[in-house]
């Protein structure tokens, strides 16, 4: 793909003999700057986070595969955060750290994204805070993060970062380094009284970056947020932050069935009060709409998917990691075989 995309590079029959020899001798092998970057941006393309707008070929990709120590690769995310925030106007980025290797996993990240909010579960199984998290909250306290002295609804969680060698290790994401947007509604004044927030880019942080048979289990990526994984995802959900019956209430909707359609009156007033933050706040944000023909031309102009091209994936292992802090087990990904056999032996299989 890389080379019907540039014929300056070359004839692919040499890069491939090149590639078949760091197999022999390594059981995996590297990809040049041009092929990484050309994969996450093909991977983001493919992928459906690519929102309406976002100029895929464009998209910047930030080459870090020799970071695999936990340290340096949260200082980097908290870099990625500030970059791709922008002052607002979001800027899609992919950050690529190291990769598996046939002896040695690459760093993974547990947060589902970099910026997530608490969810404190009491006694009585009342959530402060995000319901989806509360599991994931009560695991890195586990581990040691000490949340607030008060905790309240919209506390940010740690990055969590495990590595081969180090394990799982905590880290803050500074506060200065997140930008959130306080909502408001253009017409309802009694709006503002709820407290509620977001933050201002979604960077997606747990899934895996696979280019041509090479995993990075540690690709943070991000475009901009659709309004509605805010105020129908997050806030009016019952699962999420169920504040759609207070919202309802506020309005004098009936509230004791359904059929009235008290809830999604209400959730749409909470999507127009996002929607009505960000652009004030002149946060970069599309709407659902926006969003729904991007997806459908997407649908039909794009190449069907093959098993071999470059994607960004997620297991359940992973899925179950971001909501409740169950360990890696780097010993299950480690190929023991001699030169990375497994490996090996795939990376062949795709290469012909």
Request: with cysteine.
């Amino acid at each position: 793909m890389f080379h019907d995309a540039h014929p300056e590079a070359g004839p692919v029959s040499q890069r491939l003999t090149t590639v078949r020899t760091e197999i022999a001798d390594t059981g995996t092998y590297r990809h040049t700057p041009q092929e990484l970057a050309y994969g996450a941006r093909v991977a983001l393309r493919d992928s459906g986070w690519c929102t309406s707008g976002v100029p895929w070929r464009r998209l910047k990709v930030r080459d870090l595969r020799g970071l695999r120590n936990a340290a340096a690769v949260a200082a980097e995310c908290v870099q990625h955060l500030r970059l791709s925030t922008n002052g607002g106007q979001i800027q899609p980025l992919v950050t690529v750290f190291a990769p598996d290797t046939p002896s040695t996993p690459g760093p993974c990240i547990w947060n589902e994204q970099l910026v997530r909010y608490a969810g404190y579960r009491d006694a009585n199984g009342k959530v402060v805070g995000d319901p989806r998290y509360a599991d994931f909250t009560a695991a890195v306290t586990n581990m040691g993060w000490r949340p607030p002295t008060q905790r309240g609804r919209f506390d940010h969680l740690p990055l969590v970062v495990e590595t081969a060698h180090e394990g799982p290790q905590l880290f803050t994401v500074p506060r200065d380094m997140i930008q959130e947007v306080p909502l408001e509604h253009p017409d309802l004044a009694w709006f503002v009284e709820l407290g509620l927030r977001w933050h201002a880019v979604p960077v997606i942080s747990n899934m895996r970056l696979v280019i041509g048979g090479v995993t990075y289990p540690a690709a943070p990526f991000n475009s901009w947020f659709v309004g509605a994984e805010i105020g129908t995802r997050s806030l009016a959900d019952e699962g999420a932050y169920a504040v759609a019956r207070e919202v309802a209430a506020r309005l004098g909707l009936d509230t004791r069935t359904e059929r009235t359609l008290w809830r999604d009156r209400a959730t749409v007033e909470l999507n127009r009060a996002v929607l009505h933050s960000f652009d004030a706040a002149q946060v970069t944000i599309t709407d659902h709409h926006a969003e729904a023909l991007h997806r459908l031309a997407w649908l039909r102009s794009r190449q069907r998917a093959g098993g071999n091209r470059p994607a960004f994936r997620i297991d359940s292992t992973t899925a179950q990691r971001a909501r409740q802090g169950a360990p890696a087990r780097f010993a299950d990904a480690v190929d023991t075989e001699p030169h990375g056999g497994r490996l090996a032996a795939l990376l062949r299989k795709q290469l012909g």
